[in-house]
């Protein structure tokens, strides 16, 4: 059988196992850390389960289809449920809003709580969903560096709607117009931090991220984020892939032919060959680390990153019923906090509050009469920032913030904490500076300026995960490893 190996056991390298070992290749999975997920990972401490990542799960079906891919039912794995109530939106000046899954009633609480309409909430939805409609097939489903994408006929149609997809202003000027309210605009500007990028900046076209949640829903794994981790290493090893823990890849070799073709990899000196090798790293880091003697695309890898985040994980000795699965409590001014992050590299004094509870809904995350939450702001990726005074000032700011909406005090619950910074992040998940979603969407040529899903220069070379086309976020990486699925033709038997 020809092998293939994957560098990585983040989302988009177990997916891309599973889709190689269906191909009929035979798999080994080589991961620098003790355990699969990546950034998708897990804290059980003190009687208390936090998902250490990602909390929100859309497009549940790219999951769905690798179980279907190999023959099995997806539900004989994993299980999940469609949430009714999505969001619950805090501001500072009392007012509160639940973006719920039925999308009449958020329009209408829209209306009865501020100055915008339920109109203009539809308008807006109505625009998001054009603007999936006409980008999904070209900028998220197939490669933008291959001729025959630009050939399709669905892709010819797309262009010819280009128009539609409101490149040219940024997010926020676009909401402003949609919306009388502000602080309406400002729910929907948030969207753009769901790929780590700054609204005032980033095209509206970002504007499609509010369909994938509205219109196809929010979910909530049962057993919590990592257990789409768990079944998918579980479906791929019955698959019969080999994940090798603790080994982390150090060198790609090559053949020195005048078009070289991958040979293998290099882990512990020993050297391991393949026919074909999916490098799931982020793509700075396989440039700085395993092709260190390839040409470097340097203008890809120079783009400015993604934003990271400081994440509290406390564990909270009380019930707050007035806090949900999914809860944002909004700065005043959300300008000036994109401006710290992104013009001065650092913290605002008001930043956005995100807590996410999953005891809420799975009791056995936290004690009895406790909650297990997940306390995140976004912050600059890592320039050497004095990261150790900036995250106890953000402490404090942030227990006061949630202390003053939530009219109680806060601080003498948390009777367990840990804390994440883009220092850990980078050392935990080997994403260069911390950043969550690779490169920052902030302008118009983002889509372009991201790594392809294969070498140029390398036969048989392939890349996969959120730091690559076409972007960051679960959904997103698992659609670059069925990209690469597509790139490579099965084994005929
Ligand atoms: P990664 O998770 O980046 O994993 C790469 C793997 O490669 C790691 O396991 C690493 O150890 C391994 N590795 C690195 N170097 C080597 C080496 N030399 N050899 C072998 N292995 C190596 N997405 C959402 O969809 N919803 C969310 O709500 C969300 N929130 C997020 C919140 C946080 C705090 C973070 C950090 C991310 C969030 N994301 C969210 C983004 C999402 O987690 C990522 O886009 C996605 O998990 C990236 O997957 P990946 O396949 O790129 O692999």
Not at 136 to 144: A, G, Q, W, Y
Request: charged share 25%; net charge positive; hydrophobic share 35%.
């Amino acid at each position: 059988k020809p092998k293939a190996i994957v560098i990585g056991a983040g989302i988009a390298g177990i997916a891309s196992a599973i889709r190689m070992a269906v191909k009929g290749y035979e798999v080994d999975v080589f991961e620098a850390n003790s355990n699969a997920g990546g950034k998708l990972a897990e804290i059980k401490m003190n009687g208390f389960r936090f998902d250490a990542g990602p909390s929100l799960f859309t497009m549940p079906e790219y999951v769905e289809e690798l179980f279907k891919l190999a023959g099995k039912k997806p539900e004989d794995y994993f299980d999940y449920i469609k949430l009714k109530e999505v969001c619950r939106y805090f501001y500072e000046d009392g007012l509160r809003l639940n973006a719920t899954a039925n999308l009449d009633k958020f329009a209408k609480e829209i209306e009865e709580k501020t100055e915008s309409t339920a109109e203009e909430v539809e308008r807006y939805l109505k625009k998001s969903e054009t603007i999936y409609e006409v980008t999904h097939r070209v900028f998220l489903e197939r490669s933008l560096h291959k001729l025959k994408s630009y050939l399709h006929w669905d892709t010819l149609k797309s262009v010819f709607r280009f128009g539609q997809i409101d490149a040219f202003r940024t997010q926020a000027k676009a909401n402003k117009s949609f919306f009388k309210d502000r602080r309406v605009a400002q729910l929907f500007n948030r969207y753009a931090t769901y790929n780590g990028s700054n609204p005032y900046q980033a095209p509206a076209t970002l504007n499609v991220i509010p369909h994938f949640e509205y219109h196809y829903g929010a979910f909530l794994p049962k057993k919590g984020m990592y257990s789409i981790v768990n079944s998918l290493v579980e479906l791929a090893k019955e698959l019969g892939v080999r994940f090798h823990y603790n080994q982390k890849g150090e060198e790609i070799l090559y053949s020195d032919e005048r078009k070289p073709k991958v040979k293998g990899l290099k882990v512990n000196n020993i050297i391991h060959k393949a026919d074909v090798i999916i490098s799931n790293l982020d793509i700075w880091f396989t440039y700085k680390n395993l092709l260190k003697n390839i040409p470097q695309p340097k203008k890809l890898l120079n783009q400015e990153r993604s934003s990271s985040a400081l994440i509290f994980y406390w564990g909270m000795d009380g019930n707050y019923s007035d806090l949900g699965l999914h809860n944002i409590l909004f700065t005043e001014d959300y300008q000036k906090e994109f401006s710290a992050i992104w013009k001065d590299k650092t913290i605002s004094n008001d930043p956005t509050v995100y807590i996410n509870i999953t005891s809420k809904y799975i009791r056995g995350d936290a004690p009895v009469d406790s909650e297990n939450w997940f306390v995140m702001i976004n912050v600059p990726a890592n320039n050497g920032q004095n990261w150790e005074l900036l995250i106890k000032e953000a402490r404090a700011n942030i227990i006061r913030k949630i202390s003053r909406i939530l009219n109680r005090n806060i601080e003498k619950d948390i009777v367990y904490e840990h804390v994440l910074d883009p220092r850990s992040i980078e050392s935990k998940t080997g994403s260069y500076q911390g950043s969550l979603y690779g490169n920052s969407s902030n302008n118009q040529f983002a889509a372009f300026l991201r790594h392809p899903n294969f070498s140029s220069k390398i036969e048989s070379l392939y890349f996969c995960g959120g730091s690559v086309h076409p972007g960051g976020g679960i959904p997103l990486a698992l659609l670059s490893a069925k990209i690469i699925d597509n790139e490579i033709d099965n084994l005929a038997f």
